[in-house]
């Protein structure tokens, strides 16, 4: 990669531009440059995570690792949409006959699952590519061939620029894997309760309504390996748990933004009272080091690629007590 004087000349940050009086024709080819750099870059990204893909160690998890398990995790699927109501996926209809109706909501809500852990996957990759950069960016900067008479301050421009879309890129990946759990809760609700107006409700409180409710009149759910292995990390408090997940979702939505720790040193101009924000951001979200949030991301995503089919499981064995299944 090369940064040209063009390039230069149009910095983003006046303070650093190095400008001249532009004429109208200037303007169209500066206008022509950002656009096709742009067209560029979104054309790109999509092939560029691709290929990196392929060398990430360890890869992203995924929902199937195979063909023959992504196969019969569809199949388990199928069938659990036909127990509750939903289209087969082969509809034989007959000329002249009613079309058939069908209940697709179950589809649907499966359906928002496995394309919030897909774009969960997809930020985790962004994350990790621009770890990459960081990586390079901080050690090798001499690779994208910044010209000799740049001024110093552009090897900064750069850093902090890979270095905030990197924690832009963890933040949305942690808000997504709590979203997907309560996309879960979302599936659980529909089949044990035939609840479809999902909207304070999360994974963890429908988990407990499961417990206290369907548990006493079914208790051999209790017994499914399916069952225990989503209470254990329902009701987990470590790092690799989901409560320990959803506190830190609360953390980045409702209070304080994901960024790299600063070490804490004394103010010399005028002595701060208490700060709440500045002591929540230490002590509660303590974030760790770049290879570490990765780290944690990649077992939490891990997590929710296991468990998935476990939640089909659960729907299946509940099925036939479901106050929505439809017989036939």
């Given at each position: 990669m090369a940064i040209n004087q063009h390039q230069l000349a149009h910095w983003p940050n006046p303070s650093l531009a190095l400008r001249s009086p532009m004429s109208a024709s200037d303007e169209h080819d500066r206008l022509a440059s950002v656009l096709g750099d742009t067209l560029a870059h979104a054309a790109n990204e999509t092939l560029i995570l691709a290929r990196l893909e392929e060398f990430l160690d360890p890869k992203p998890p995924k929902l199937a690792t195979s063909r023959e398990r992504a196969d019969a995790l569809n199949k388990s699927i199928d069938a659990l949409v036909k127990e509750y109501g939903g289209p087969p996926r082969l509809i034989i209809h007959f000329t002249n006959e009613p079309k058939p109706r069908y209940d697709t909501y179950l589809s649907a809500a499966l359906d928002e699952v496995m394309q919030l852990f897909n774009r969960t996957r997809n930020s985790l990759c962004r994350a990790r590519a621009f770890l990459i950069g960081m990586h390079f960016l901080e050690t090798k900067p001499n690779l994208i061939n910044i010209p000799e008479d740049a001024p110093p301050e552009v090897h900064s421009f750069f850093q902090n620029g890979a270095s905030n879309a990197f924690w832009e890129h963890t933040e949305s990946c942690y808000i997504r894997l709590a979203g997907y759990w309560d996309r879960v809760g979302q599936v659980l609700d529909f089949a044990f309760f035939g609840i479809r107006q999902y909207e304070r409700d999360g994974f963890s409180a429908v988990l407990d309504r499961i417990r206290a409710n369907t548990l006493r009149m079914h208790p051999d759910i209790g017994n499914l390996s399916a069952w225990k292995l989503l209470w254990k990390y329902k009701k987990s408090e470590r790092e690799d748990g989901l409560q320990w997940l959803l506190s830190r979702r609360n953390l980045?939505?409702?209070?304080?933004?994901?960024?790299?720790?600063?070490?804490?040193?004394?103010?010399?101009?005028?002595?701060?009272?208490?700060?709440?924000?500045?002591?929540?951001?230490?002590?509660?979200?303590?974030?760790?080091?770049?290879?570490?949030?990765?780290?944690?991301?990649?077992?939490?995503?891990?997590?929710?690629a296991e468990l998935f089919p476990r939640v089909i499981e659960l729907c299946q064995h509940y099925a036939p007590h479901s106050p929505v299944r439809t017989e036939g």
């Open positions: 980045l939505v409702h209070s304080l933004h994901l960024r790299p720790a600063e070490p804490e040193e004394p103010e010399e101009l005028y002595e701060s009272a208490f700060n709440h924000l500045d002591t929540r951001f230490r002590e509660s979200l303590s974030v760790g080091t770049p290879e570490v949030e990765v780290n944690r991301l990649h077992s939490h995503l891990t997590a929710a």
